[in-house]
């Protein structure tokens, strides 16, 4: 059984930083399809994908709001999936879930509908 566990949500003022961390256990796969990252949800938004990387190739995608800002890495040893970031905007704020799938969609990377497994969130919240 997948689980994600995230962490490190908080509050902070815009410029600030925060780093998310997601322990991940249970299934996982040698598949090329294989993937985990990040999504984002802010109240009345859809769910949207944030930063994702395939695990097999180190493949890193990002949203072009969060490029240069965010990074996205995985420590294998230690099975945790990190996000910096950095230069928070107020645009940022929203709960952030970590997400994996090993199955190879036609949904996009950065869909949430591409996704099987779920984390329970985290909140950030930047303020001006």
């Known amino acids: 059984q997948v689980q994600l566990v995230e962490s490190g949500g908080g509050s902070v003022q815009a410029g600030g930083s925060l780093r998310l961390s997601c322990i991940y256990s249970?299934?996982?796969?040698?598949?090329?399809?294989?993937?985990r990252g990040w999504f984002r949800q802010a109240p009345g938004k859809e769910r949207e994908g944030v930063a994702i990387?395939?695990?097999?190739?180190?493949?890193?995608f990002y949203a072009d709001s969060v490029k240069g800002r965010f990074t996205l890495s995985q420590d294998n040893t230690k099975n945790t999936l990190y996000l910096q970031m950095n230069s928070l905007e107020p645009e940022d704020s929203g709960t952030y879930y970590c997400?994996?799938?090993?199955?190879?969609?036609?949904?996009?990377?950065?869909?949430?509908?591409?996704?099987?497994?779920w984390g329970q969130g985290t909140q950030v919240t930047v303020s001006s």
């Open positions: 990387i395939y695990t097999q190739t180190s493949t890193t």
């Open positions: 997400t994996q799938d090993s199955s190879c969609r036609a949904a996009g990377p950065m869909t949430s509908a591409a996704y099987r497994y």
């Open positions: 249970g299934y996982t796969s040698s598949s090329a399809c294989m993937r």
